[in-house]
Structures are given as structure tokens and as C-alpha cells.
């Protein structure tokens, strides 16, 4: 089982460019897609969902043609959407047995049991017979995992999940995720490195349509190992840090600025150097000083 | 400040908006359809202003649709695109909210609005587009006018209460179904509007203006439709003014309640970023359920019906929906209380044909179009909507899945709303005491033919919702489609293969059951689903997954990846459909039948013309006699017709050749001469044959003629399916058999047509003092007063009447026979009914009385036997002797019109069967059955002269005075008035649409004219000098012309019976109502009572008069007036009569003001002029007033007159 988008690019009619030659090799597990806001992950997501089709590029789950198939594709696939509402005056076990006929699960007795298996997962069974129009975010979020996880998909996209969960929902909803991803291909679109860090073998990060960085958390962050530096400045001194170092990011810290910056040596004495993490990885790649924009050949490569 | 940036924000933004400006094209468009589709009248120009006025009216109501976008659109979209928490918490007052956006929205949609008038000018300078319609000058103002003083006015209105609806209820569709009420609710208040006695009134309680414009223009001539600007007459004002404060209380009511604040539960919203929910997190073990989706047909059925139960359920989860249901049942209550009101105030029993026909079919139809537009692109749009699309779509559903189920979805909406109106229709029964429902026939006409056009129409409108891919674009889209289906015949589009859902119409009746229609109807519905089910591939392939912006070119390369081989094979299958049955039925329109277009079908009459007119004078013999036998066969229905005539030369030349005409449809196997003749002319098309005879016939001299043709219908035509001979209620007459000579009758009448068609125009007919024409008599050449004998075969179960009496019966091959013979010559007709009848007998003195009557309907016969009675009773002691020695009445089914009179027979359709006669109602069949017996002396042994105008006058004047003389004699005088009233009224109506207007003795083809005011002409000479001096008169003329020989009277003989007993000082009268059209205008302008020191009361006067005359197009000049006209008091009274006359007398009444005292010893309570409205006065108000006490200055308020 792979997912293997091929130079897929796709710009709007008015005028965005919102992928850009985009080439990405998913296994099966967890794969993080990091990116900012408006990178373009969305679009990328709803491509491989089916929903949009690209303008230029192949998409392949195996041998199935994504943009050509889209029937067979839908059968094996479970989206949990950025944005999505639900009709308001029906209540959560009935939509969810609705979704259930439409992902064809017809036979009755296992469609009872699966979707009280969901709502017990999702946490939903003691609500199940009210309205969704009363949900809370989270409630419609976990929700719409549920919808997401029926069928046994074994491609599963998932764009911006944790997001409106609170910290026990996100790790039990993360946890999930990591025990469906041991057999299917789980595409995780977030903008929170935490989420990526966690969990996935393996991670992209996405800018501005193109893919800066492909690559596996771990060996990446490794890469880092002894080029982060970090130090304290006043607000006086750090616009000449900014202005002479590689600066990956700054964070004020009790009323003084934590700045850390990216450099094969240490940068100064006041420098100290500090363990990397997935952030530096992010920050790193956005700056310019890693990945694709740094013109640096990758050491990572397709998975092994 | 801000109210101002919030109105230019909003007003900038709808400006950019290209929704805005397609409405504005919609709008555009059916102002401009409108126009040509309702172009009817040859005298009315086609941009007269009142009608331009109307026609804005209806584009306007059409257009709240709209306005129900625009509206609903500027209140709703905060919160739709949740905005509204930034927006609410600005410190933004909500007058400056709702005010800027309400102003904007209107500004906008005033703009827009402008397409109206614009649309009707442009559909002004395409008014070649209808060739017969007249263009009068071209006044800016009376396109701007209405816009002004109808359309503005009303979008404050309409948008008021939409954007209240809106405002508060933060949802689209109560918006919708806010402005569908409004729209019905005018349908239906212009529907009562005719019932409430009070014109002002009517005036004040019409929001939009309609009711008002009708009675503005209700009784005015073409002349003055066409030259009339609508101004500001006083009503439209008061009208206008009172439902613009409406509008200001309603927003003012809306700012009252508005609040800043959370939609709250329950409101459409999206998730985005949530908070976490109260409910604790339990920690449970991690399972995942592993259930994989089967694929295959049978989920896709299941998936369907999934979707289309979703759907369904989601849809009448809204409480909207229980609205909706309701109004379904509540509307046809309302729209077909008074279902059927025939004539008068007498309206037919609500029986199910007419239900099922008229209510649910004709004035309920535009709730479930209105609905079906609705709730299709509801169905499309709901899960784009709610959000709830991108996960729905992702789902491993077929597209051709997902629009089957919505399909079916709003087929079982539409079957809801179908059962909740047929319950309404059930109840109008139940709530008026009819209890025999027929629910068999219910199902077969609202669940067969009727669901069966919604259906088509369903799948249309989603195609185009999902074509369009803009939800309120394509409901304006859809509503200009399912509009146009409905009009096409009025752009030349008649073919019924062509407009989608065409067909060639049903009429149900209780006789005859669906007759002849059932089968084309459902060849035709069959075709149309195959259309059908090819715009549902196209729709399935087109059908919108998440949320791509859709280029044309996107969604065609889409489209063609999803023509799949089982989708190319229902394609291929439907379009073999339609080629199959597309073809089978242009096999039976266009090859088994003629398709012609209305021209073409002109164009055979005007070669008929063009080639034989010149043999119009050449002496032909008449038919003295006639011996046929008819054979019937009802079941395929088909009629053989043999005979022969007596021929009789009673020219006084010798003649030298016979003419013979078939009218084309029949098929000639022989004609034959009793002598040597030769063909010398044969055309077969046309249906013309010339037999050269040998020896001629010489004056006095006659032969027989004889013939062998038949009537054989192939298959089914486009249009206009033959009913003469149908499975039970064949009625047919004389046209199938052989005419003798060119009939002038054939010719094409109509003007346009004839010059269209390079014929002359006919010559006007002449009047009434032209002596030459009066050899002819009516309507043909061939035939005076005939022996015939006939013998007519139909089917074993049916019964067979024709003229004569009838000599035996008896059974033959399995076929009943029936053998009549006139006892003496006979006006020649050869009318012939057959059909399973039940008989009803009866006597009055010496000659037998029976009705021929459908089994089922036996609620009237009582009436119609008293009225037979009745009227011989009179007729004979008034008029003269009855010439027959028999008396019938045969029901035939509600083909054709209402009744008809023939020698001895009297043919009634279905309706005056199951009239319904409550107290102190007309009774219509009484009524009826009187007019149609005085044909027996009017127009039947007493014939005027053919083609000479003013024949009207002596048949269906007298035969309408003879039935109110007889209503008022069994009724009583109250009853008769009643009948004057109705008569007075449709008079006045009748000239408001009609071209020219003559007087009453030179009428022609004027119905209202020769029935209306010729009764009420008749009548009011009975009032002024009596019963006894007009039946005199008319038993002289009747004396004078029994003899049914020529020369035939004219209206003028007639004329000089009635001024022979007319005194000289009232023959002022025969010139005011006979001889010239003459109007009154008297009112009553102050009424004041006084006691009298006798202990009476005096009551004084001031009344203001005029009489006009107006010349043929309604032009008016005041004449002199110095008549005699009614003087009333009346004594407080109930009911909706002026009350007991203490005083009622005749005073000479000069033009201008005048004053008159009169003294009643009782208290009066009202005093007016004409107090029974017997002058012809357009004005209904003001004769009366209540009277005021002499120290009142105040002016009397106005009562309204009896009616």
C-alpha cells in the first residue's frame, strides 16, 4: 500500500498557484504534511480525497488512479475535512448509520455494531440520540473522526484534526490514529509540529505550494544535532542578532527575547548550543537555511 | 456616518455581485415574456397603458423571488458566513444595521426592478413578434408609471416582510416561503376580492395593488384602456399609502426585536475551530471495528434509498415543513371553496372531476411548481449548505446514486404535497355536504396525471440546478424553464413533441371517464420521461463533488470521464426511447394525422374560399327531405353515415348541376344521383364535388341523392382530440353528412387571418334594413324545414335520440336500433346522441317531457322537469302555441358548452347536472332549461335571417327575457332582480373587453351584447310598461313569422311590435337601450331626513345625473337627460338588499344636480337613485346612502346597492 503523488500542480482560476510540481511517496503509516496557513495542504488533501482534481500530475494508491477512479478510491478512504458542518436536526447515531449505508455498509447487524463501536471510541455514546445542531466544536469534531474511521479505510486523510480538541482528546485521537496508520496510509495535514512529531514516521513540509522538505522526523531533527544555537538578547540587541545571524525563531521569555539560530559553528560566546527538535526542523526549512529553498541536496530520500 | 458606510458596503457589494445582475436579466426576460404570452385581445393595444400596468404587476410577483434573494441575502449572510460575531459586537447600532442593509437591498433591488419596464419596452419594439397585436404611441410615462406607483411601492412592502422574516429567523427558506405565501396570498385575496361588496374596502386590503388595478380598469372600454395613463387615481393612492405604513410598522416592529446576538442552538453552522464539550472523557480501550463496505447494486440501491430518506427526513424535520403540508391542504380549501361557479351566483356541486380538475389542477398548480422549484434546489444544495458536502462526498457513492436518491426524495415530497392537497379537496367535499367521493378517481388524476407532470418538471429543475451550480441563479433559471413549458404555444412553439412535458391535454367527465385522452396523454408522458431520464445522465455526470470551482471546460473534461459504459448505456437507452416513442407519435400527429399550424389549417378554408366562392350564388336545389341510417360505434370509436336526400329545385330556374361538399375528415365510399349525371368536378381534398345532370331540374321538379360515408379517426393528433363520438356520449350532428352548394359558413372569419392569406375581408354583414339578404336562413343554404327519417345503430347498451319521435326499437347483430321520423318538416340538424342513459318521464297536459341523463346525475331533473313545465305553461299563454308534440332533454358530456337547443331537444353538458342550488340562489337549471325551451319560439320556429345583423336580439334577447319572465313568475320578483343584476354586470364586463360596440339591434357575434344587455334591455321595457303591452308584442311578432318561410325577420321588425305598444312618451327608451349604446352615471350625494309636524318623515334628496352615449370604441358624449328612474327610501333592513322600501317611485330625473323630497310615514334608514341598479352605471356605490339627520352636515356615508 502506497500513495504516490507525481509533480502535481494545480492553480486556481483566479490566479493562485496553490501547488506547485508537488511529488510526495506515502507508505503505509503515519505522514505528517506541515505547512502555514494557505501552503496549500488543503488543496492537496481534497486532491487526494477525490474532491478536487489537479491540473497537471498523476495520483496513485497502488495501481489505482486517483483523479480517474475515484469510485474505488472513495471505497477504501476516510476524510475528516478542515471545515465541514452537519445537518442540525438529526441526531448523531442516525447520521452516522446514514454515512455508514453510504460507505456500504448495508448488512444491518454490522452496521449497528460498528457505529456503536465509533461513537464508543469517539466518546459519543452516552450523547448519540441528540441533535448535532447541539454539538460542541469538539463534539462535531470527534464526530466527524468517527465518520471518518468507518468502513476500515485504508487510506485516511485527516486535515487539521486536533485542532478545537483539548489535550486528553488530542492524545486519545492521536493515539488512534497511530494504531490505524500501522496498516493503512494515514495523511495527517496539520500546522502544529507537535502533532508531526509525535507520531509520524515520516513528514513533508509544504510552502507556498511546493515542497520544501521530505523526510523522516527523526533523521531530520539528527541532521540539526549541534547546529542550534540559542541565547537571551534585550529588544535593543535583537534587531543587529536578526540582522547578522540566521535567526530560525524568536519567543520573548520573561520580558527578554529567546532567539535561536541556525549555524554550522557556534556563533558567539553568549551562544549556547541546544538540542534540536522538530520546530528548528520547521523554522529551519522556512528560513531558508534547509530543505529545498536552501538549494542544500537532501540526504533524505524516497522511503526506504 | 455608519448607517451610511454600511449602505454603500453593502450596496457595492451586491453591485459586484453577477447574481445581482443575472436576476435583473431574469427579470427582464419574463417581462418581456409576459408580454407577448398574455397578448390576446385584437382591440386592447399591446402597450395600452393599464395593460402595461398589469403586466409590471405580474413580473413584479414573479419578481419576489427576487426579491426574496436580495432581501434574504442582505439579513442573512453575517450569519451564513458566520461574520456575524465581528459584526455584532462592533459598536454598530441595529437602526444602522438593519437600515443600511434594508436600504441597500432595496436600492439595489429597485435597480434591478427596472428591468421590468425596460423588458416590456424592448418586448414593445419586438412586437413583430405578434403580428396581430396593435402598438399604440409610445408614452414614457406609462412604462414608468406602474414602476413608480405599483413596483416601488411594493418592494418596500415585499422587502420588508422578507427582510423581517430573514432577520429574525437568520434562515433562507422561510424567506422563500414567505414570499410564495404573500404570492398566494394575493392570488387568493384577487379571487375573493369579487365577493367583498365594499370597492373600497377591496381596495385597502390588496397589498400590491392587483384587486385595485382590476377594478380600476374593470369597466372601461378598449378605448379607454388605450388612452388612459394610470395617474394617481385617488384609491391607488390611499392604497398605496396605507401598505407603505405597513411596511414602516414592520421594520419598526423588526427593530424592536432584533437583537445582537448568538444564532443560538439549532442555527446552520459550520465548525471550524470548536471549544471542548462539558462532557467528561472517560478513558475507554482502543477498538477499532474493522467492517469493510460491500460494493455492488444492491448497495447502491440501499445507498439510494439512504440518500433519498435522509433527504426526505431532513426536509420535513423543519418545522417549515408542517407549514408547507398545511398550506397544501389549507390552500385548495380556500382557492376551491367556490370551485365551479358556473353562471350567476349558482355554482355546480364540488364533484370530484371538478376537484380534481380545477381546484388541485388549475388554481393550486402554482404551489407544488413553486415548491418543486424550491425544494430541488433545496435537495441540491443541502449538504453544500450545511458542510456537511465534503465529507458526503467523499463517500464511495455513485453520482447517479446521489441524484437518483434526491429524485426521489422530492417525488415523495411531491407525493406529500399532492396527498395533503387532495385531502383539502376532500374536505371542500365533506365541509359542503357531498359525500360522494371517488377516491379511485382522486388517485388516477392526482397521483397518475398529474404526479406525473410534476415529476418531469422535478427531474428538469434539478438538472438545471446541478447545470447551473448557483443555488438562487438556478432557481430563477428553473422557474423561467417550468415557466416557459407553460407558454411555449404562445411563441408559435405547438408541437407537442417539442416543449418539454407537452401534451395534448384530458378532460375527465363523469359520462365518458378519460375518453379519448388517456392514451395520447400517456404516449405523450412516456416520451417525456425518456427525456427525462437522459437530462438525469446529464445531470449524474454533472453532478458537483466538493467544492471545485466548476469551469464550463473543468466540468465538461469531468463529465466525460464519467460517461462509464453502464452510463453510456442508460444514455443510449433513453435516446433510443425517445427516437421509439418520438417517432410512434409523430407517426400519429403528422402522418395518421394532419399537424397544421392554426395558419394552415386557415389557409385550407381560404383555398375552399378562393376556388368555389364563385359558385356561391349558382341555383342549387334544397334538401326537402332526408332518409339516413347512423351507425354508431362508440367503442373505436367511429360513425357510418347512409342515406339519401330529397332534392327539390324551389328556385325558380331550371338547374343544371348539383354541388356537393364533404367536409374533409369524411371519407366518401359512394355519392350517387337518382339521374344521369357526370362528375365533373372531384376534389377529394377540399371535399368539393359538381354533378353535371343531363337533363336539368326544373323548378318544382326533385331527385334523390344518394350517399355512403363514414367518420374514422386514425390514432391521435397533436391537439384538439375529436370528442363527437366517444365510448359513452356521442353527440354529433348534420357536418358529416354531404352539404348542398357552397356554404358561406365555411369561410375563414377572422380578418387577419383572411388578409394574412391574401383573401378580401368579408363584407361587413348587413344590417337589419337590407332586404335583399333576408332569403337566407340560419346558419345553412341547403336545408329549410325537413321530413327526415332516420334510423340510428349504436352500441347494444346505449340509447340513441335523435329529431323526431321515435317509431321502434329493437336489437340487431348485437346492436341496438332505434327508428325516429319527424311528424312535421324540421329545422335540419340531424344532431344524434348516444350514450348509456338512464331515462326520466314526465307530462305536461298532452306532451310527454323525458330527460336523458347519466345514471349518476339525478340531483337536478326535478328542476329541470319543473322548468320545462313552467315554461310551457307561459310560453304558450304569452307567446303562442308549442309547435312539437314532445319535450327532451339529453345530457352530453362537458366537451363542449352548456347547452344547446333543437327542435323539441334540449342538450345539456354534465355541469348543469350537478348544479348545486342553495337558497336564494339562482336555479340554474330552472334557468336554463326556460332559455333553452324559448328557443323553441326564439330562434327556432321564429328564425331571423342569416348573416343579417341583429339576429341576436331575436333569439338569445327573447329566449333570456322569456327565462327571467318565468324565473319571476316561480321565483318571484327579488330572484328576477337578481338575474337582472348578474345580466347588467357581464354586460358591462363584456364591453370593457370587447372591439366594437354596437347597439342592441344591429348586434352580431356579441354574446354580451346579444344575451346580457338584451335581457336586461327586455326587462327594463317590461318595467316601464308592462308585461302585457311586451308579450303582446311579441306574440304578434311571433303570429306574424310562424310560417318559417322567407322572407325572415330582422331585429327590426321586432323593434316596430315593441314601439307599437310603447306610449309615445316612453319610446325614449326603445331608442336608449335598442338603438343606441347609452350609459348613466346618477349618484346620490346627500340623503338628509327631517320630521315633519304631521308626524311623517321628510327625506331630501340631492342627486347628481348624466347619461352618455358612446360611440362603437366606447368613446363617450354626454346627451341630454330627462328619464324616468327610480326614487327609493328604505326602512332599516337586513341582508345585502337597500332594505323595505317605504317609498319607491318613478321621478323624471334631468342631467346635473337636482333635489328631491319625499315624505314616508316611517323612519327610513337609506334613500337613493336606482336603488336596484337597473340603469347600465359603471359605478356600484353611491346610489344609496344612509340618511342623516337635517342637522348633520357631515356627508352621508355610501351603502353599497343591491347587487
Known amino acids: 500500500m502506497q500513495l504516490a503523488i507525481r509533480n502535481v500542480s494545480k492553480t486556481y482560476p483566479n490566479g493562485v498557484r496553490a501547488l506547485h510540481d508537488v511529488s510526495l511517496s506515502i507508505p503505509v503509516g503515519m505522514f505528517g504534511l506541515l505547512g502555514r496557513n494557505g501552503a496549500g495542504k488543503s488543496t492537496l488533501m481534497r486532491i487526494v480525497a477525490t474532491l478536487q482534481d489537479a491540473d497537471e500530475g498523476s495520483i496513485h494508491l497502488d495501481d489505482l488512479d486517483v483523479s480517474r477512479r475515484k469510485d474505488e478510491v472513495r471505497r477504501t478512504l476516510g476524510y475528516l475535512p478542515q471545515s465541514f458542518g452537519f445537518h442540525p436536526k438529526v441526531s448523531a447515531q442516525r447520521l452516522l448509520e446514514h454515512f455508514a449505508v453510504l460507505k456500504g455498509i448495508t448488512d444491518a447487524g454490522a452496521r449497528r455494531d460498528v457505529v456503536e463501536s465509533l461513537l464508543r471510541q469517539t466518546n459519543l455514546w452516552e450523547v448519540r440520540g441528540q441533535k448535532l445542531g447541539t454539538f460542541s466544536g469538539g463534539m462535531r469534531q470527534r464526530f466527524g473522526v468517527a465518520v471518518a474511521l468507518l468502513g476500515n479505510p485504508r487510506l485516511i486523510i485527516v486535515d487539521e484534526p486536533t485542532a478545537g480538541l483539548d489535550p486528553e482528546e488530542r492524545v486519545r485521537f492521536l493515539n488512534l490514529l497511530g494504531e490505524i496508520g500501522e496498516d493503512s496510509v494515514v495523511l495527517l495535514c496539520t500546522h502544529i509540529v507537535e502533532d508531526v512529531e509525535e507520531l509520524c514516521s515520516r513528514m513533508a513540509i509544504i510552502d507556498r505550494g511546493e515542497i520544501l522538505l521530505e523526510a523522516e522526523p527523526a533523521r531530520t531533527i539528527e541532521q540539526l544535532r549541534g547546529r542550534i544555537w540559542r541565547r537571551t538578547v534585550s529588544r535593543e540587541e535583537l534587531a543587529s542578532v536578526q540582522r547578522e545571524l540566521p535567526v530560525i525563531s524568536t519567543r520573548l521569555l520573561a520580558g527578554r527575547t529567546l532567539v535561536r539560530v541556525h549555524a554550522e559553528t557556534s556563533p558567539g560566546a553568549a551562544f549556547e548550543p541546544v538540542e534540536p527538535d522538530l520546530k528548528d526542523v520547521y523554522f529551519t526549512v522556512m528560513a531558508g537555511h534547509h530543505g529545498q529553498r536552501a538549494s542544500v541536496p537532501e540526504a533524505a530520500g524516497a522511503a526506504s | ?1203
Not at chain 2, 336564494?920 to 324559448?934: L, N, R
Request: charged share 20%; aromatic share 10%.
Open chain 2, 1 to 1203: 456616518m455608519k448607517l451610511r458606510e454600511v449602505f454603500r458596503y453593502e450596496l457595492a457589494y451586491r453591485l459586484r455581485s453577477g447574481s445581482t445582475w443575472i436576476y435583473a436579466g431574469a427579470l427582464l426576460l419574463v417581462a418581456f415574456l409576459v408580454f407577448h404570452a398574455t397578448a390576446d385581445s385584437d382591440v386592447i393595444h399591446l402597450n395600452a397603458p393599464i395593460r402595461l400596468a398589469g403586466l409590471t404587476l405580474i413580473a413584479g410577483m414573479l419578481g419576489m423571488l427576487v426579491t426574496a434573494a436580495l432581501f434574504g441575502d442582505a439579513a442573512v449572510r453575517d450569519v451564513a458566513v458566520e461574520m456575524d460575531p465581528l459584526l455584532f459586537t462592533s459598536p454598530l447600532r441595529k437602526a444602522e444595521h438593519l437600515g443600511g442593509r434594508f436600504l441597500a437591498a432595496l436600492a439595489v433591488n429597485a435597480i434591478v426592478a427596472l428591468a421590468v419596464p425596460l423588458g416590456l419596452f424592448i418586448a414593445t419594439l419586438a412586437s413583430f413578434l405578434n403580428p396581430e397585436g396593435i402598438v399604440g404611441p409610445f408614452r414614457l410615462s406609462a412604462y414608468l408609471q406602474p414602476y413608480l406607483l405599483l413596483l416601488l411601492p411594493n418592494l418596500v412592502l415585499v422587502g420588508a416582510l422578507l427582510f423581517t422574516t430573514a432577520a429574525l429567523t437568520r434562515q433562507v427558506v422561510p424567506v422563500y416561503l414567505a414570499a410564495i405565501g404573500l404570492l398566494i396570498g394575493n392570488v387568493v385575496a384577487a379571487n375573493y376580492a369579487g365577493h367583498i361588496q365594499s370597492a373600497a374596502l377591496v381596495l385597502l386590503v390588496d397589498p400590491l395593488g392587483l384587486c385595485t388595478l382590476q377594478q380600476l380598469a374593470e369597466y372601461l372600454t378598449a378605448a379607454e384602456q388605450n388612452a388612459r395613463l394610470l395617474g394617481l387615481p385617488e384609491m391607488l393612492g390611499w392604497n398605496r399609502l396605507a401598505w407603505l405604513a405597513v411596511a414602516m410598522a414592520v421594520l419598526a416592529l423588526l427593530h424592536r426585536t432584533f437583537r445582537f446576538e448568538h444564532a443560538g442552538i439549532g442555527g446552520r453552522r459550520r465548525t471550524r475551530r470548536a471549544i471542548v464539550g462539558p462532557e467528561s472523557m472517560r478513558p475507554v480501550p482502543l477498538a477499532i471495528p474493522r467492517v469493510v463496505g460491500s460494493f455492488g447494486f444492491r448497495t447502491t440501491l440501499r445507498q439510494v434509498l439512504a440518500i433519498a430518506g435522509h433527504s426526505l427526513a431532513e426536509a420535513a424535520a423543519s418545522r417549515w415543513f408542517a407549514v408547507v403540508l398545511l398550506a397544501c391542504t389549507g390552500l385548495p380549501l380556500l382557492w376551491g371553496w367556490n370551485v365551479g361557479s358556473t353562471v350567476f351566483d349558482t355554482s355546480t356541486w364540488p364533484v370530484t372531476l371538478l376537484v380534481t380538475e380545477t381546484v388541485l389542477g388549475t388554481r393550486f398548480a402554482l404551489v407544488p411548481h413553486l415548491l418543486l422549484i424550491l425544494y430541488a434546489g433545496e435537495l441540491v444544495w443541502k449538504d453544500r449548505d450545511t458542510g456537511v458536502a465534503e465529507i458526503a462526498d467523499a463517500a464511495p457513492l455513485p453520482d447517479g446514486a446521489a441524484l437518483l436518491g434526491r429524485l426521489l426524495a422530492l417525488a415523495a415530497m411531491l407525493v406529500l404535497f399532492l396527498a395533503a392537497a387532495m385531502i383539502g379537496g376532500l374536505l371542500i367535499q365533506a365541509l359542503q355536504g357531498y359525500y360522494r367521493f371517488e377516491p379511485g378517481l382522486y388517485l388516477r388524476v392526482v397521483f397518475g396525471l398529474q404526479l406525473s407532470e410534476y415529476l418531469l418538471l422535478a427531474v428538469l429543475a434539478m438538472t438545471i440546478h446541478v447545470l447551473v451550480n448557483h443555488k438562487y441563479v438556478g432557481h430563477v433559471i428553473v422557474a423561467l424553464a417550468v415557466l416557459f413549458t407553460k407558454i411555449a404555444p404562445a411563441f408559435g412553439i405547438r408541437h407537442n413533441l417539442l416543449v418539454y412535458n407537452g401534451d395534448p391535454g384530458w378532460t375527465y367527465s363523469d359520462m365518458n371517464g378519460f375518453g379519448p385522452f388517456i392514451g395520447p396523454f400517456a404516449w405523450f408522458k412516456a416520451y417525456w420521461a425518456a427525456w427525462a431520464l437522459l437530462l438525469a445522465v446529464v445531470a449524474s455526470v454533472s453532478w458537483v463533488r466538493g467544492r471545485e470551482p466548476g469551469g464550463v471546460r473543468r466540468r465538461l473534461r469531468q463529465a466525460g470521464v464519467r460517461f462509464t459504459k453502464p452510463v453510456l448505456r442508460t444514455a443510449g437507452v433513453a435516446i433510443a426511447l425517445i427516437l421509439g416513442l418520438g417517432g410512434f407519435i409523430f407517426y400519429n400527429t403528422n402522418v395518421l394525422n394532419e399537424y397544421r399550424s392554426p395558419m394552415e389549417r386557415a389557409a385550407r378554408w381560404a383555398e375552399y374560399e378562393q376556388r368555389y366562392v364563385r359558385h356561391a350564388d349558382t341555383p342549387q336545389p334544397t334538401i326537402a327531405a332526408a332518409g339516413l341510417r347512423v351507425e354508431i360505434h362508440p367503442a373505436e370509436p367511429a360513425v357510418d353515415l347512409r342515406g339519401s336526400y330529397r332534392l327539390m329545385n324551389r328556385t325558380e330556374t331550371p338547374i343544371d348541376s348539383v354541388h356537393v361538399y364533404l367536409r374533409p375528415e369524411v371519407r366518401a365510399r359512394s355519392i350517387s344521383l337518382e339521374r344521369a349525371a357526370a362528375p365533373v368536378l372531384i376534389d377529394e381534398e377540399l371535399g368539393y364535388r359538381i354533378y353535371a345532370l343531363e337533363q336539368p331540374l326544373e323548378p318544382g321538379e326533385s331527385l334523390q341523392l344518394g350517399f355512403d360515408v363514414s367518420f374514422r379517426p386514425r390514432g391521435f393528433p397533436n391537439s384538439g382530440l375529436q370528442t363527437d363520438v366517444v365510448g359513452n356520449g356521442a353527440s354529433f350532428n348534420r357536418s358529416w353528412l354531404p352539404f348542398i352548394g357552397y356554404q358561406p359558413m365555411f369561410e375563414l372569419a377572422d380578418d387577419e387571418a383572411r388578409e394574412h392569406l391574401g383573401l378580401a375581408p368579408r363584407p361587413a354583414a348587413p344590417g337589419p334594413g337590407d332586404a335583399a339578404s333576408l332569403q337566407d336562413r340560419w346558419p345553412w343554404r341547403d336545408a329549410d324545414l325537413v321530413d327526415v327519417d332516420m334510423i340510428v345503430g349504436t352500441a347494444a347498451d346505449q340509447v340513441a335520440v335523435t329529431i323526431g319521435a321515435l317509431q321502434r326499437s329493437w336489437m340487431e347483430n348485437g346492436r341496438r336500433y332505434f327508428h325516429y321520423a319527424t311528424e312535421q318538416p324540421t329545422a335540419f340538424g340531424a344532431t344524434v346522441f348516444s350514450a348509456r342513459y338512464a331515462l326520466r318521464e314526465d307530462r305536461w297536459q298532452d306532451i310527454p317531457l323525458s330527460i336523458f341523463h347519466h345514471r349518476a346525475h339525478t340531483d337536478n331533473l326535478d328542476r329541470m322537469m319543473r322548468g320545462m313545465k313552467a315554461s310551457l305553461e307561459y310560453y304558450t299563454a304569452q307567446f303562442g302555441p308549442y309547435p312539437d308534440r314532445q319535450l327532451r332533454i339529453v345530457e352530453i358530456p362537458r366537451y363542449g358548452g352548456f347547452g344547446s337547443a333543437h327542435p323539441h331537444t334540449v342538450a345539456f353538458t354534465e355541469d348543469v347536472f350537478f348544479s348545486r342550488v342553495r337558497e336564494g340562489e339562482v336555479d340554474q337549471p330552472f334557468y336554463g332549461t326556460a332559455h333553452e325551451v324559448a328557443h323553441t319560439w326564439w330562434g327556432g320556429w321564429v328564425r331571423g335571417a342569416a348573416g343579417v345583423r341583429g339576429a341576436g336580439f331575436l333569439s338569445e334577447s327573447l329566449a333570456n327575457y322569456s327565462a327571467m319572465m318565468v324565473t319571476e313568475k316561480t321565483y318571484g320578483l327579488e330572484m328576477a332582480r337578481r338575474v337582472y343584476g348578474f345580466q347588467l354586470e357581464r354586460y358591462l364586463r363584456g364591453r370593457a373587453t370587447q372591439a366594437r360596440e354596437v347597439p342592441l339591434v344591429e348586434v352580431e357575434d356579441q354574446p354580451y351584447i346579444a344575451y346580457r344587455k338584451g335581457a336586461i334591455a327586455m326587462y327594463t321595457l317590461r318595467e316601464h310598461i308592462g308585461e302585457e303591452r311586451v308579450n303582446t308584442a311579441l306574440r304578434r311578432y311571433f303570429e306574424k313569422h310562424r310560417d318559417g318561410r322567407p322572407p325572415y325577420p330582422t331585429s327590426l321588425d321586432l323593434l316596430a311590435e315593441l314601439r307599437a305598444v310603447t306610449p309615445e312618451a316612453l319610446r325614449y327608451l326603445l331608442t336608449d337601450w335598442f338603438e343606441t349604446v347609452t350609459l348613466w352615471d346618477v349618484e346620490t350625494k346627500r340623503a338628509v331626513v327631517e320630521r315633519t309636524t304631521a308626524g311623517g318623515y321628510q327625506v331630501t334628496l340631492d342627486v347628481v345625473a348624466k347619461k352618455l352615449h358612446a360611440d362603437s370604441t366606447g368613446n363617450e358624449t354626454e346627451v341630454p337627460m330627462d328619464d324616468l328612474v327610480e326614487i327609493g327610501v328604505f326602512a332599516a333592513g337586513e341582508g345585502d338588499g337597500p332594505g323595505e322600501p317605504l317609498y319607491l317611485r318613478r321621478h323624471r330625473i334631468r342631467s346635473g344636480e337636482q333635489t328631491i323630497r319625499v315624505t314616508v310615514p316611517r323612519a327610513p334608514a337609506r334613500a337613493g337613485i336606482d336603488p336596484y341598479r337597473m340603469l347600465i352605471d359603471r359605478t356600484d356605490y353611491g346610489n344609496v346612502l344612509e340618511v342623516q339627520a337635517a342637522a348633520g352636515s357631515r356627508r352621508s356615508r355610501p351603502v353599497n346597492a343591491a347587487r
